[in-house]
């Protein structure tokens, strides 16, 4: 537990404009105490705490800084389990909680990302757009780049990529970020030699770089495949190069939730659109890849599902579903010669590239894999 009596005394002290002499003359103690107090040294003692709650108005507890403490408690309480909460209760529970902390930075960008992506309507989004732009004002630098990826992502999930290129020309480029300065620091130390910590700190960020290198050559081949140009043999090259990275690629949100296993189970999923007609029980290999990562994850997350009601992008029903049922679903959709309006990077790799599951279905082990998810 964090006792904050020292920040607490200096606080109220200076918002009060007294000075230690004074506060130290009314407590019978000498300022040399006071100043010790304040800078953490050491703590008055229990005999005195009354009195020093006393002079200032307050309860111990608020003198300790308890109230805090249990503050943050209920909200830790809540971020372990909102992502087994349905869309209403994630609705219902955050708005309760933002009444009671407005100013809480982390609960505000979770509240925004539940907005747009639990419970998406257009008129979530715009309060989500609402909340990160106040968020922005008075956030710590540690979630600033979260807050405007996410501002980015609603841009373009309403059409205003306008919006979304004044953010990207507002965004350090990649050579100044944090992955990068620490490579160029660490490169440095070479000749000494890293401690097990730096070490750490470099497998921490090879994962998510695995992953956008990933996500970008898929991207490159897509657009590729999609002018009628198709794979040629450097293409092929760098794909099994990154074929290669596949055990590394990890996401930058963390070990729990949707981003963490689709970083694993979408490029798995597209190996197996990949290797369908050149390599089938390869691309079965990654069929069971995908269903075992799902079937190992949190089995107390569930996923957004997006059903399509209409033509444009904004008529979608969102299901929140078990991480198997996401799964199979996207098994279902890719096993489709003509895939259905597609709703995540798994399947839109399948209907860009005319790619399908097709020549393995009817694979003993692709049924038993996909038997597994139901």
């Known amino acids: 537990m964090n006792i904050t009596i020292s920040e607490n005394i200096k606080r109220l002290r200076r ?13 019978g103690v000498t300022p040399q105490s ?39 408690a209920r909200i830790d309480e809540f971020f372990a389990a909102w992502q087994s909460l349905s869309p209403d209760e994630l609705l219902t529970r955050h708005r309760e ?20 992506q639990r419970c998406y309507t257009p008129e ?14 008075y956030c710590p630098a540690s979630l600033r780049g979260g807050a405007l990826f996410m501002l980015i992502e609603i841009y373009e999930k309403l059409g ?45 960020h090879f994962g998510p770089f695995a992953l956008q290198l990933f996500h970008m050559f898929q991207l490159l081949l897509s657009e590729k495949q999609r002018r009628g140009q198709g794979a040629d043999e450097e293409y092929l090259r760098i794909l099994t190069l990154l074929e290669q990275l596949y055990p590394y690629l990890d996401s930058p949100f963390g ?63 969102v299901h929140d579903v078990s991480a198997a049922n996401y799964v199979a679903d996207q098994i279902a959709k890719m096993s489709k010669s003509n895939p259905q ?12 590239n005319g790619a399908s599951l097709d020549t393995i279905r009817e694979n003993p082990r692709f049924v038993a894999a996909v038997a597994k998810l139901k």
């Open 124 to 137: 979530n989004c715009r309060e989500a757009i609402t909340v990160i732009e106040k968020l922005l004002e």
């Open 255 to 317: 070990t729990v939730g949707y981003g963490s296993l689709m970083s694993r189970v979408e490029p798995a999923l597209n190996y197996a659109a990949y290797y369908a007609e050149s390599d089938p029980e390869r691309a079965v290999d990654y069929i069971e890849k995908a269903v075992d990562l799902t079937l190992n994850g949190d089995t107390n997350i569930t996923y957004p599902l997006l059903e399509y009601t209409g033509d444009g992008d904004q008529d979608v029903i």
């Open 15 to 27: 918002a009060r404009d007294v000075t230690q002499e004074s506060f130290a003359a009314a407590l």
């Open 34 to 72: 006071v100043s010790k107090w304040e800078l953490g040294l050491c703590y008055p003692d229990i005999e005195l705490i009354p009195l020093i709650a006393n002079y200032f108005g307050i309860s111990t507890d608020d003198l300790f800084g308890m109230d805090a403490i249990r503050d943050e």
């Open 160 to 204: 205003e990529h306008d919006n979304t290129l004044k953010i990207l020309s507002e965004l350090p480029p990649m050579h100044s970020s944090r992955e990068v300065t620490t490579v160029r620091l660490l490169s440095g130390k070479l000749d000494t030699g890293l401690s097990d910590e730096e070490v750490a700190e470099l497998r921490m």
């Open 341 to 352: 309006r597609v709703s995540t990077a798994a399947d839109t790799y399948a209907a860009v």
């Open 97 to 116: 909680l933002r009444r009671e902390f407005p100013n809480h930075a982390l609960l505000a960008l979770n509240y925004a990302s539940v907005l747009y």
